[in-house]
């Protein structure tokens, strides 16, 4: 068949996964193959799509090769502490290599029950399946690292909620599935032996250039937590809220992963929440930094028997780590403001620059996405258009005179400016209310908007005639004031 595996996870020692086969369904459907990613992966796309393909997708049939498990994890979820979770509704068929010899995961999710499934069914429903595939491929368009959607099958069966909904499975693809509650999981009994065994996994197969370092656990965590500031940078760039920012919903490759209750913010403001499950807001826009941060300590914390042998010298060592977070932090996050607003150069009072324009913007309840792209016309030396994006207000207007002085400091080309901003501030964003119009519709039996979305999805830096409607905004009674994970 399609895939050829070559799995290593399955290597590892049993503890680390359950040996799962998929559990097949009544009527497994194709809703939507991502040929583009088919061909990038090496795969055949047609044959992907025949009664056989699908019938992988839907995990009623296990390809030759694949050693279908479920892996064990454990997490903090929302700062508790939950000792084991691992995949409940998620199957790894295996690994893949691509053309170019990148290794890739390839997991159902959705595919029933496993031994870590505690009281859940094990199954996904096509709403939830499709805002994961739209969203994830929508990251993907707009250059941040995430997992990725190969395809999403319905099951023609139901699913119990508050109601009953259309099963779907999802396949996903990523660089693979270990989050930091892998390390946690083994580091929470004891078990250093595993936590080891993984490090030099995650090593080996995500950063292979700490391998011959000193410290090549420190060096590891110092990796991750650069990975995490610039992946956490670019959200906030393009104003998305993951939701669920718990410890094994991060990747310890750097993807964005588990697209459950995220969001894109249409109206500027640091404290905005969607997820339906955050009361508190500790996942919201602004607080995202500070909690990867937090995260990234539970895995300092995992580490710290592989650090050094002295506890107090780990200690010592991984806290320098963690403390070094805000900075490169904000490094990461200058960087992509910079790009945004069109400064190639760096000049010290830039991160003033960027704060006041942000400070702005919460104050006129600016939509992100216009606003930054309004910047990015060349022609509108008035300011009118930029004006009427960013708000009335004498904030706007003294920023506005900044930056134009800021700017002239640049020595590039204004058209060149305006080109280079263009590939950095998107037209087009998943607006939530696009989206749940398409999820509707799909799950409906109509998938023409889920079609045009996606496709409109895929080119975010253009200004295309048929992507124009997907630019606005939510009218006040389109807006989406929560979104929900569809566990
Ligand atoms: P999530 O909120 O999707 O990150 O999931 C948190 C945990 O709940 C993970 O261990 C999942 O595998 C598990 N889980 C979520 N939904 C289900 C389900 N329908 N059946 C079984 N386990 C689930
Ligand atoms: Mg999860």
């Known amino acids: 068949m399609n895939f050829v595996f070559d799995n290593t996870y399955a290597r590892l020692p049993s503890r680390f996964y359950a040996r799962q086969s998929p559990s097949p369904v009544a009527g497994p459907h194709l809703v939507k193959l991502n040929q583009a990613l088919a061909v990038a992966l090496g795969l055949d796309h047609d044959r992907l799509r025949s009664p056989d393909g699908v019938a992988v997708l839907a995990g009623n049939s296990v390809p030759d090769g694949a050693e279908p498990l479920a892996m064990a994890y454990a997490g903090h979820q929302f700062g508790g502490f939950v000792p084991q979770l691992g995949d409940g509704r998620a199957i790894l068929l295996g690994e893949i290599l691509d053309p170019r010899g990148e290794r890739f995961d390839i997991q159902l999710k959705g595919s029933g029950r496993t031994p870590f499934s505690r009281a859940g069914d094990g199954r996904a429903w096509l709403g939830p399946v499709l805002r994961e595939y739209i969203v994830s491929e929508s990251m993907h368009a707009l250059g941040i690292p995430t997992t990725r959607a190969l395809a999403a099958v319905a099951t ?12 779907a499975v999802l396949t996903r693809v990523a660089r693979s599935h270990v989050r930091i509650g892998t390390f946690e999981y083994f580091s929470a009994r004891g078990d250093i032996e595993a936590v080891k065994r993984l490090a030099d996994y995650v090593i080996a197969r995500h950063y292979p250039e700490v391998e011959g370092s000193e410290r ?38 750097g993807e964005t992963i588990d697209y459950g209750p995220c969001a894109f913010m249409d109206s500027y403001h640091p404290g905005t929440v969607y997820s339906s499950i955050d009361h508190g807001g500790r996942y919201a826009y602004g607080n995202q930094p500070r909690i990867a941060q937090w995260n990234l300590s539970r895995l300092a914390q995992s580490l710290l028997p592989l650090i050094d042998e002295d506890q107090d010298k780990a200690i010592e060592q991984a806290q320098a780590a963690i403390d070094a977070f805000p900075e490169l932090f904000e490094r990461a996050f200058l960087d992509r403001f910079r790009a945004k607003l069109g400064l ?12 006041a324009l942000l400070q702005a913007m919460a104050e006129t309840g600016a939509d992100f996405t216009n606003g930054f792209r309004a910047l990015c016309d060349p022609a509108d030396d008035t300011d009118d258009q930029i004006r009427s994006e960013l708000g009335e207000s004498t904030a706007v207007d003294d920023w506005l005179r900044s930056w134009r002085a800021r700017l002239a400091r640049e020595t590039v080309e204004p058209a060149a400016q305006a080109a280079q901003m263009r590939g950095e501030n998107p037209a087009i964003i998943p607006r939530n209310h696009r989206v749940e119009a398409a999820l509707a519709a799909a799950v409906d039996g109509d998938l023409d908007p889920l079609e045009d979305l996606l496709q409109v999805l895929s080119s975010p830096w253009e200004n295309r005639p048929d992507s124009f409607p997907y630019r606005f905004p939510p009218k006040p009674h389109e807006i989406v004031q929560k979104t929900f994970c569809g566990t």
């Open 156 to 167: 023609g069966e139901l699913v119990h909620r508050e109601t009953a909904l259309p099963g």
């Open 216 to 253: 090549p656990y420190l060096a590891l965590l110092d990796s991750v937590i650069r990975r995490q500031t610039r992946l956490v940078a670019q959200w906030l760039g393009v104003g998305f809220i993951h939701g669920v920012m718990n410890t094994d919903n991060m990747s310890i490759a």
């Open 344 to 355: 190639l150069e760096s000049h010290p009072d830039d991160a003033d620059l960027i704060r």
